[in-house]
């Protein structure tokens, strides 16, 4: 069985959700956040960097949620999270899961680290995030999710951005996200995945 590392209020959960879609249970090892909201030392022992999510399978550690996400995939030849191999669609679907935590994330923490500290968020970080919600927007078209109307693999790895917004009131002027975000709150593995471990988001201080 996955042994899962998981953070509190962390990325681990996309990692619950796609386990709890595929009828998987995994061996949960639960870390509390520091009081300044870093990892604990324990998580520290487990991966160099005190990042989570992190599992450990048949011998193999493994990091980065992307890539803990495609190898879950692999190991239960699941076909239902990305679209058929050898189709444009799954390359897209591909470059978007990566897309996530390559481009989006560290754009999108821009606003969210201030208003999370309480700061105002300043212009440039609006305006930076405002390209990236209305490029999202446009990939969701006229579906409810990224590639129609079922949860992929790329759904789930942004459901935790997106969390974040929305709990800093980030998405205001996106109402095509905010739908977006209350369809994902509406997935069976996105609630089983809050019912083991509570939201991704921290709650208001
Ligand atoms: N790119 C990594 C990011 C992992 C990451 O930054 N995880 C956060 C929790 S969401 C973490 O472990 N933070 C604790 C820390 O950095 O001290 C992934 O997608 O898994």
Same mark, same amino acid.
């Given at each position: 069985?996955?042994?899962?590392?998981?953070?509190?209020?962390?990325?681990?959960?996309?990692?619950?959700?796609?386990?709890?879609?595929?009828?998987?249970?995994?061996?949960?090892?639960?870390?509390?956040? $520091?009081?300044?909201?870093?990892?604990?030392?324990?998580?520290?022992?487990?991966?160099?960097?005190?990042?989570?999510?992190?599992?450990?399978?048949?011998?193999?550690?493994?990091?980065?949620?992307?890539?803990?996400?495609?190898?879950?995939?692999?190991?239960?030849?699941?076909?239902?999270?990305?679209? #058929?191999?050898?189709?444009?669609?799954?390359? =897209?679907?591909?470059?978007?899961?990566?897309?996530?935590?390559?481009?989006?994330?560290?754009?999108?923490? =821009?606003?969210?680290?201030?208003?999370?500290?309480?700061?105002?968020?300043?212009?440039?970080?609006? $305006?930076?995030?405002?390209?990236?919600?209305?490029?999202?927007?446009?990939?969701?078209?006229?579906?409810?999710?990224?590639?129609?109307?079922?949860?992929?693999?790329?759904?789930?790895?942004?459901?935790?951005?997106?969390?974040?917004?929305?709990?800093?009131?980030?998405?205001?002027?996106?109402?095509?996200?905010?739908?977006?975000?209350?369809?994902? =709150?509406?997935?069976?593995?996105?609630?089983?995945?809050?019912?083991?471990?509570?939201?991704?988001? #921290?709650?208001? =201080?």
């Amino acid at each position: 069985m996955i042994k899962l590392h998981a953070l509190k209020y962390s990325r681990a959960t996309r990692v619950l959700w796609l386990l709890a879609d595929l009828g998987q249970p995994c061996d949960r090892v639960d870390y509390d956040r $520091t009081d300044d909201f870093g990892a604990p030392e324990p998580l520290k022992r487990v991966h160099p960097l005190g990042k989570s999510p992190v599992i450990e399978d048949e011998g193999r550690m493994i990091a980065e949620s992307a890539t803990i996400l495609r190898y879950i995939v692999e190991k239960y030849g699941d076909s239902t999270h990305c679209p #058929p191999k050898g189709t444009s669609a799954y390359w =897209q679907h591909d470059g978007v899961l990566d897309y996530v935590e390559a481009s989006f994330a560290e754009v999108a923490l =821009q606003a969210i680290m201030p208003a999370f500290g309480g700061e105002p968020v300043p212009e440039e970080a609006r $305006t930076a995030l405002g390209v990236h919600l209305d490029y999202l927007t446009q990939l969701i078209g006229e579906g409810s999710m990224l590639f129609g109307d079922r949860a992929m693999l790329a759904d789930i790895q942004l459901s935790y951005i997106i969390a974040l917004l929305a709990r800093f009131d980030l998405l205001g002027d996106h109402p095509t996200i905010a739908t977006y975000w209350d369809t994902l =709150q509406q997935q069976p593995g996105y609630r089983a995945a809050m019912q083991a471990v509570g939201p991704m988001a #921290p709650p208001a =201080q």
